[in-house]
C-alpha cells in the first residue's frame, strides 16, 4: 500500500482494478479543512488520463512493475515492436500504453520497458534525448536581450521551443520527462 502523500511522477497504482500511472499531483492545504491530494492519472492500459482528488493519507494499492531494457525497432500499426537485446525476444505494445514518450524515442534507442505480471504495460525513455533540428526558422538578428524561444521541429516530429541560436541541422539534448529544450550538442 502506498500513501497518496507519497505521489511521484511515473508511481502505479491499482485503482477501481485498473492501473494508473501518476503524471501530475499537488498537495493542498486549504486554511479551513483537511489536506488533499490533486493528481492527474492515466489508464496504462488504455491510455485514457482522468483526474481524481483524493484525502491526506489515503492509501491505494501500489504495483510492483518488472523493468526490462529493450531496444525500440519499429511502428507496426496501432502498436510498436521492441527487442530485448538478451534474448532477442520482441514484444509488441500499443501506441495508447506509452503515451508521451514516443515524442521523443527514435528507432534502435533503448528504453526501459515495465511489465506488470508477464505483459508490457508502459515504457520509459532515457532521461535526455540528443535529436537533430529537422525544421527551424531562422531567429531575428539582434533579438538577444531576452530569453526569446523559437519552436523547432526534430526528427522524431516533436516540436520543442528553443533558443534563437539553433539552427536547422544542428543536434540538441532535451529532457524527455518535461519535452525542454537542455543544450545544443556536436555531434
Same mark, same amino acid.
Given at each position: 500500500?502506498? $500513501? @497518496?502523500?507519497?505521489? +511521484?511522477?511515473?508511481?502505479?497504482? !491499482? &485503482? ?9 499531483? /499537488? ?20 491510455? $485514457? @488520463?482522468?483526474?481524481? +482528488?483524493?484525502?491526506?493519507?489515503? !492509501? &491505494? ?9 529493450? /531496444? ?116
Amino acid at each position: 500500500m502506498i $500513501s @497518496v502523500n507519497d505521489f +511521484t511522477r511515473g508511481v502505479v497504482v !491499482k &485503482l477501481d482494478g485498473d492501473l494508473y500511472s501518476v503524471i501530475e499531483y /499537488q498537495h493542498v492545504k486549504p486554511a479551513r479543512g483537511a489536506a488533499f491530494v490533486r493528481s492527474k492519472l492515466r489508464n496504462v492500459r488504455k491510455g $485514457s @488520463v482522468v483526474e481524481r +482528488t483524493f484525502r491526506g493519507g489515503e !492509501k &491505494l494499492e501500489d504495483v510492483k512493475l518488472i523493468k526490462r531494457s529493450m /531496444q525500440y525497432l519499429y511502428e507496426e500499426g496501432e502498436s510498436l515492436v521492441f527487442m530485448d537485446v538478451e534474448s532477442y525476444e520482441q514484444e509488441s505494445i500499443p501506441k495508447k500504453a506509452i503515451g508521451d514518450a514516443l515524442r521523443f524515442i527514435k528507432e534502435e534507442d533503448m528504453v526501459d520497458i515495465a511489465m506488470y505480471e508477464g505483459e508490457p504495460v508502459m515504457i520509459e525513455p532515457p532521461q535526455t534525448a540528443v535529436l537533430k533540428v529537422v525544421y527551424a526558422e531562422p531567429g531575428a538578428k539582434g533579438n538577444t536581450a531576452t530569453n526569446v524561444l523559437k519552436p523547432v521541429k526534430v526528427e522524431t516530429g516533436a516540436e520543442v521551443r528553443v533558443p534563437l541560436f539553433v539552427n536547422e541541422g544542428d543536434y540538441i539534448k532535451i529532457n524527455t520527462e518535461t519535452g525542454e529544450y537542455q543544450e545544443r550538442v556536436k555531434k
